[in-house]
C-alpha cells in the first residue's frame, strides 16, 4: 500500500497563477483533508471531506476550493495565488471520523507563491 | 469550539535523559487526544491517543501521555530519549463525533549527543 500521495512534491507560482493539488489514498478510507503548515502554527485545517460526495469548509478556506474526485482522490485548488498561500500543504485520511480515529498524511506539497 | 495550547516550541535535551512536552487544551464537550510525531520533510505520523478508560496510554517508540481531565493536559513523556527522537510532536483534540482536528502548534525535540 502506498498510502497517502501527494503531486506535486515541490511548486513555485507567480502571484496570481492557478494550480491544483492531487490527493490520493489506497486504504479505502471515507474522510479526507487538506491542511496548511505555517511555522509557529501547527496544522490548520482548509477542507474536509466527511465521505465521498461531501465537503465541508475548515478554519482558513478563503482562496481554496476542492473536489472530491470519488473515494479515493481529493484535490485542491487554488484559482488565483497569493503570497500568503506560500506553506506546506498535507493531505490526509481517515476511517469515517477523525473522532477517535488516527489520520494518515501524505508527505507534502512545498508551494511558494512569488 | 476546542482549543490546544503546546507550552514550549522548542525543548532541548540530552541523549538518554528523560524528557516531557507539555499540552494542555481546552473543550466544553467530550474530547479525544492525539500526540503526531513529524520527522523532517515528511508528513505526521501517530504517536498514541486517548480516547476512553486507562488515562495512561503508551504509543509507539517507548512514548506515554497521560490524560488529566481536571487539569485538561495530556502531556507526552519519555523515560530515556535517543538522538532518533529529534522532531517535532503535535498534540491534537478533536471532539468525540466530530471531523475536525485541532492542532497544537508544535513542540520541536531536539536530542544531543
Known amino acids: 500500500n502506498a498510502g497517502v500521495t501527494q503531486t506535486p512534491k515541490f511548486q513555485v507560482l507567480k502571484t496570481g497563477q492557478s494550480m491544483t493539488l492531487q490527493c490520493a489514498q489506497d486504504?479505502?478510507?471515507?474522510?479526507m483533508y487538506w491542511y496548511r503548515q505555517d511555522p509557529g502554527m501547527g496544522l490548520r485545517l482548509i477542507y474536509y471531506?466527511?465521505?465521498?460526495?461531501?465537503?465541508d469548509k475548515g478554519e482558513v478556506p478563503n482562496g481554496y476550493n476542492v473536489s472530491r474526485l470519488n473515494k479515493r482522490e481529493f484535490s485542491l485548488r487554488l484559482e488565483s495565488a497569493a503570497p500568503s498561500q506560500t506553506s506546506v500543504y498535507f493531505c490526509?485520511?481517515?476511517?469515517?471520523?477523525?473522532?477517535?480515529?488516527?489520520?494518515?498524511f501524505g508527505p507534502g506539497t512545498r508551494l511558494t507563491v512569488t | 469550539a476546542q482549543s490546544v495550547t503546546q507550552l514550549d516550541s522548542q525543548v532541548p535535551v540530552f541523549e538518554e535523559a528523560p524528557v516531557e512536552l507539555r499540552c494542555n487544551y481546552s473543550?466544553?464537550?467530550?474530547?479525544?487526544l492525539f500526540w503526531y510525531v513529524q520527522y523532517p520533510n515528511q508528513g505526521l505520523q501517530l504517536l498514541l491517543k486517548?480516547?476512553?478508560?486507562?488515562?495512561l496510554v503508551k504509543g509507539i517508540n517507548g512514548f506515554e501521555a497521560e490524560f488529566n481531565k481536571s487539569q485538561t493536559s495530556f502531556h507526552l513523556r519519555k523515560p530515556s530519549v535517543h538522538i532518533s527522537d529529534t522532531a517535532e510532536y503535535f498534540c491534537?483534540?478533536?471532539?468525540?463525533?466530530?471531523?475536525?482536528?485541532?492542532f497544537g502548534a508544535g513542540t520541536r525535540l531536539f536530542v544531543k549527543a
Open positions: 490526509a485520511s481517515s476511517e469515517l471520523s477523525p473522532g477517535g480515529s488516527e489520520q494518515y
Open positions: 486504504m479505502n478510507h471515507n474522510s
Open positions: 471531506s466527511a465521505s465521498e460526495g461531501t465537503t
Open positions: 473543550s466544553s464537550v467530550s474530547v479525544y
Open positions: 486517548y480516547l476512553s478508560g486507562s488515562t
Open positions: 491534537a483534540v478533536s471532539r468525540t463525533g466530530g471531523f475536525k482536528t485541532i
